[in-house]
Structures are given as C-alpha cells and as structure tokens.
C-alpha cells in the first residue's frame, strides 16, 4: 500500500464565476475521489483566461499529487484548458489520429457537417494519453510527468461522468494502489441526526474500510468503502460491517446497491408481488408519480396517475364525497383515504397512494399549518394514513412528501405482502 | 465611479471537499457579485483547516480588493474561520456584547438551554463590524483594511442569503460606488447559441449598463445592469435596451420580472385570458402538472391533470381510441392530439397539453428515436401539435419537453386570445 494520494480539483469556465451555473461537477468528481481513498484539499474555479488558469495549474501541481481539471476542452477560441496545460507541463500539441477519426465519426452518425473548429480537439499533448469520449467529440487527456498525474475532462456531466466511471477510476484506482471496493448502504425512514448516532462508533473506529454518511433527502446513504491487494479481500473486509449495518437498521436498509434509487426499490417490490400502483396528487401535483416514472420499465407496474388539485377534481375524478370534503377539508386523514381508495377503483390497481397537504406559502392556519401533510396508501382496500408536518419552503415540503409517500408504500407492501 | 472591484469567494467545509454536498453558495454569492459589477477571478474551496485556510485567504488577498469566505462559523471545534481570519488580518478577538445578547435571545425564543461552545460565535475581531444574523447565532463578520475588505458569512443558506440581501448587498454597493440597478430579460423558445448571436453586438459595446446571458432549460435570461448615482437615473440607462431587446426578441420576452417564472408567466395568462388548464403526460409522468403547481395560487386555473403511462390508461383515461393506438402508437402526432382533447373533455377544461414521447433509455427505433416527443396543445377544440427531436439522457430530454409544453401552451394562448 502506497502512501495518501493527494488530489486537487480544478473546474474551468467563466459561467461557474458568474454564477450561471451550480458546480455539482466539483462535488462528484470530489465524492468519486473520497471513494477511492483520495485526500482533497483544494477545490478552485478559474474562467477560461490563459494566465490564471495557468497559474492555479502550477499552484495545484506544487501541493498536489494529481489534478483534475474539468471544462474548457470544447471547439471555441474560449477552450483553452488543453494548450494552457500543454503549456505549463512543456508539451506541444500534435494532431492525434484516432481523435481526429472519432470526431469524424461522430458528425457522420448525427448526418452533420464537422465545424472547422471541431479538428482543435483532437489536439493532443505529447506523450500523453486520449480517454475515448463515448458521448462528445472532445477526447479526456491524461497527462504523467515525475510522479504528477494531470487529468483533463470535458466540462458537460454528460461526457465527463462516463469517462470517469469508465476510465479514469480504474486508472486512479491503480495509482491509488490495491484495489478499491465500496458498497452503499441506503436507508430510508430514519432521519440523519439519528441515523449517524447509530453507527458512531463504528464511524470513529474506521480504518478499513471506512464509512461515510451522505444525507439526501429522507435517506442517509453510508458508503463503506475497503482497500485491498485484491477485490475479493476488498469484499472480505466489507462484509461484516454490511452484516452489522443489517443488525442495526433492518428493514430500514432499501438497498445496498449504489445504482439502486428508492423507487427503483419500489418498483422492484411491486413486481416481484406481482401488484400494480397508481398515484392521486394534491398538493405535490405530480411529484410522485414522476418519481416512479424516473425508473425505466416502470409501466410494467405503473400505468396512471391522477393530479387532483381542487375539490371538485377529487369528486369527479377519484370520487371522494362532497360531504366529507366539507366535513373534513381537502387536507384531511378522511381525503387523503377516500383519495387512495378513489384512486385504485378508477385505475383499477392494487396498490394506491394519495397525497394531499398544505405546501405553502400560504393557505396555512394554526390548526392546519403549512407542511401539514396527509399521505394515504392502500394496498388491495386496506388502508394506512399517515400524518405528517414538514418543515421548510414550498419546494422542501414537496420532496419531502414525495420521499416519505415512497417509503410509506415500501412499507405498506412489505406488512401486507411479506418481506 | 471607482475603479472595477476584484471580488473572490472562499467557502469552508470538508464537506464540500468530500462532495457531501454541492457548493449552491458560490454560484449564489458570484451572481451576487456579477450583478453588482464585482469581477470575480476564482472561487476556492478549502476544508476547515487552519493552516490551509489561511494560506488561502493570504492568496486571495494578494489578488482581490474582496474576500467573501462562508462557511466555518458554527459552534463546534472544527470551526475556524473567524479564527483563522483574525490571525491572517492580526487582529484578537474579543466578546461583543450585542452579539452576546442575540444569542441569549435566541434560544430564549427557541425555549432552550444554551450550549457553552455557542458563546464562541459572539466573539469578533478588533475593529470589524458584527452583521446581524436574524436567522441563528452566528453573527457575520466584515474586516476592512488597507482598501481590502474580508467578509465572513456563515455557511447554511437560510442564514447566508438573507444577511447578503439585507447586510451585504448594499454594503457591496456602496464600495463599489453608486446604485447598482437591475432587470432580467426572460426570453423563451429561442436556443441559447441564436439567442446570443442576436445579442452579440450589444453584448460587445457594453460598459454601463452591462448584459449579461444566462441560459436555462429551454430559456435565455439576459440581465442588464446599470450603475449610476441615483435609482432613478440607473432606470433610465436600462430602459433603452429594454426597448432594444423588446424590439429583437418580440413575444419570445415572456417576462422582465426577475420573480416570474415561465410557469407563472403561462397561469398569469391563463387567468387573465379567464382559461382553465389540464394536463395529459405519459413519459414526462407528472412533470408539467408539477411545473404548472409551482405557482401558488394556481387552482384558478389548474385543477386536474392526468398521467396515462400505458396504452391502456389512455384509452380508459382521456378515451384515445384503441384503433388509433395501433395504427398510429402511443408516440405519434395523432395520439397527441387525442390525448389532449381527450383530457380537455375529461376535466371540462379550456386549454389541454399533452406529451407522448420515448424518454429512453431504451424503447428507440431508427423510425422513432430516443428523444422524439410530441406535444399537443388545444385551445377550445382548437389542436396544435409540435414534432421535438430532443438531446440528452432520460432527465434531460424530459426536463427539455416540460419546459417545451409551457412554451407551447403559452404560444397557442397568444395565437387564440390575443397578445
């Protein structure tokens, strides 16, 4: 095992200084570096300016052992991430063939004519390495030079994601030395605060693995990450914290795959049972049945969903009564069950859930705040409602509702159906 | 008028570096920035560590007129960067008492004890001012020396963005001289690259006021910014390329309101013009009725709308004819259509929008690809219906065509009711 890899993160481009744009590439690339056991210690945004790209460059190669750079690898005047790097390690570009013919490639599939501008990035430093880009015509470059490492990826997260997780991770991985193993542990229900009180004392005890909670939003995600001389001792060392972990949490644990997103775990329970969903919406207006239509091949389980934002929708639609709109209001334990129920006769589906609430900012009163939230799931007539009061925005209170919607029907269906 | 003023930004957080979380406080506090006229050169992320915090700050001092640092106020150990700013500046902390005091106050309110590490956050550094937080304890810093200027804010947003807004902005302003005043342009259905070639040269001939594009999600945001001695005379420099970009983009400038959304720009319009609205979605599965429930207050004029995943439910649902199904399939121009007025019947509504598209990742054929969608738009009776061929992964080519069908629907309400 080598000593700690120290990494740094550059991110490029004059709209991350304007504030055009969020940088969540900074924060994947950096969660990806975690991952493999890297330390990060700088993050910096720079604008597409030769000199102070070029200088930050320089500062990152004195502190750092390798450095990622992203964005500015694109066919504008504007890129110049790949000459300035070229510059400050002392390297010139030459036309590199095979990126020349992939660019080629790329405008004859889309039937497009290739901009002149386009043959700039198949420009590649000397002896450094092209990284194929499956999903633009700018290659990533990895650049070595007396144990430094040098890494260019395109800025756009639908190219640079891939050509990390397809090349660059193995390739840290091994300048990491061993290997790298990590298994995400996704629990829903149990809040964060909570959730890291429980594992504490397995947090403070870490060497290796490690493990690390990430909060989203009603779930706590802990990744435990192992290295090893092989991925089988990798997965050796792992597997009792995944049984401990198991032991604390129980049914609270979804899943322990990373790809695996909660309503993903959803739509794999009702398949397996062999049950069908559908959704009636108030106040998150369409929130949850878009969730479950994230998951591809959904409409195997999931066929309709109804928004129901006034009263007279709820009657007409789902056929909750007038008088018990009246009796009890729109956000009520009554409505949201007859919506449930409403919405499975109408759709004629197994499993049902019906959301209805106050998300703000206003309609709220002191018996019926805002972030009341009333979440009904039925599954084959037999109902459960749940009352909640969130806390936050109009936009917090949705996903939050949306969330706890989507564990209450996991739930539903592991106490009616079985584990 | 001074002289232009370099800004830089510093957020504190290992979080930050381990990609816990995504720096959404930089890109805020630099479009802060950019709309005041500060040019912003870096942004640095750096972990609470001293050493490595001060060093970045000395840096950031050498080559900035301002340093905004958030993050690292809180109460515990690891936080240090009002510490770590009084040694760079060598300055000693003291207790400031009105900041003492609002602490009291605080947890009097909240009806709680008050931890002893709290008391921490009442101490200041000699000679700076306190900037009252109204939402928690950790009072803001500003430092001023030499002509340089440190601002220390603390990290969690609902603390940083109302201080900026109260405290900060006007502070900012006044170093820089003048009154800052701005309008966003907000043009829609124009692509981004057209949108700034049609602006190129105002863009170009810019000093006083300033136009600055942002692009969105099937949008273009075009901020003017002038800087004057007077809120009025500020108004006056702006108004003539109001009139300038009215005269370019016409209709396409669905707003100069920087609160208005494209979603609350259609309901506006919908409720002028007296309409009702419903939704029919299959693979945007709830989106568009989510982006229409955005607004508060829309039950005017939205009260239902339909998600008919499977061929089945559009049938039952919105009553699109079994025949037509078949011969035509569930992503084509006539099942739009169908879906639309079927909806519009279903919920007695003036206008329906209907999308029906392949989201992918599978399920494309070289006759109907990955990222065809159509969208239908009737207006009493009336149908529109739009061919899209869009880019991206599953995410994006919905995102895409939900802000395409507000941009649709907009469209035929000014074509059937006037502008």
Same mark, same amino acid.
């Given at each position: ?299 195997? !389980?999931?066929?309709?969903? %109804?928004?129901?934002?006034? =009263?007279?929708? &709820?009657?007409?639609?789902?056929? +909750? /009564?007038?008088? *018990? ?57 037999? !109902?459960?409602?749940?009352? %909640?009061?969130?806390?936050? =925005?109009?936009? &917090?209170?949705?996903?939050?509702? +949306? /969330?706890?919607? *989507? ?13």
């Amino acid at each position: 095992m080598k000593h700690a890899v120290i990494v740094e993160i550059i991110s490029v481009g004059t709209e991350l200084l304007l504030g055009n744009i969020v940088n969540t590439n900074a924060a994947w690339l950096s969660e990806q570096c975690a991952a493999l056991g890297l330390s990060c210690f700088y993050q910096t945004v720079v604008g597409d300016n030769e000199e102070r790209l070029g200088r930050a460059l320089e500062t990152a190669l004195e502190r750092s052992d390798v450095v990622i750079l992203s964005g500015g690898l694109g066919p504008t005047a504007d890129d110049l991430t790949k000459e300035t790097a070229a510059g400050v390690m002392g390297r010139r570009l030459y036309m590199h063939e095979p990126s020349r013919k992939h660019i080629e490639e790329y405008f004859r599939k889309k039937q497009a004519g290739i901009p002149d501008s386009n043959w700039k990035q198949a420009m590649l430093p000397e002896k450094a390495v092209a990284v194929e880009n499956e999903n633009g015509t700018a290659p990533g470059v990895i650049i070595e030079e007396e144990g430094k490492t040098v890494i260019l990826l395109p800025g756009p997260p639908g190219e640079l994601i891939p050509m990390f997780q397809k090349s660059i991770f193995s390739y840290l991985s091994d300048r990491v030395g061993g290997t790298i193993h990590s298994r995400t542990v996704k629990i829903c229900g149990i809040g964060e605060s909570k959730a890291e009180a429980m594992v504490r004392d397995m947090i403070d005890a870490q060497t290796n693995p490690t493990i690390a909670p990430y909060a989203k939003s009603c779930e706590v995600h802990l990744r435990i990450t192992a290295r090893a001389e092989s991925r089988e001792r990798a997965k050796e060392l792992i597997s009792p914290l995944l049984d401990e972990l198991y032991r604390r949490f129980g049914e609270s644990i979804y899943t322990t795959e990373e790809g695996v997103t909660l309503e993903r775990a959803v739509y794999e329970l009702l398949r397996e049972r062999g049950l069908t969903l559908c959704t009636a919406e108030s106040c998150t207006g369409g929130r949850l049945s878009a969730r479950m239509i994230n998951v591809p091949g959904v409409s195997e !389980v999931f066929q309709s969903g %109804y928004v129901t934002y006034s =009263d007279q929708a &709820k009657e007409k639609i789902l056929g +909750v /009564s007038g008088r *018990l709109l009246e009796e009890y209001g729109a956000v009520s334990e009554q409505t949201a069950e007859a919506m449930a129920l409403g919405a499975a006769a109408a759709a004629g589906a197994d499993v049902a859930a019906a959301v209805t609430g106050i998300a703000g900012p206003g309609g709220g009163t002191a018996e019926k705040p805002v972030g009341l939230v009333y979440i009904a799931c039925s599954v084959r007539g037999r !109902v459960r409602t749940e009352r %909640y009061h969130f806390q936050g =925005d109009r936009e &917090k209170i949705r996903e939050t509702a +949306v /969330s706890s919607a *989507l564990i209450l029907i996991r739930q539903c269906i592991l106490d009616s159906h079985g584990r």
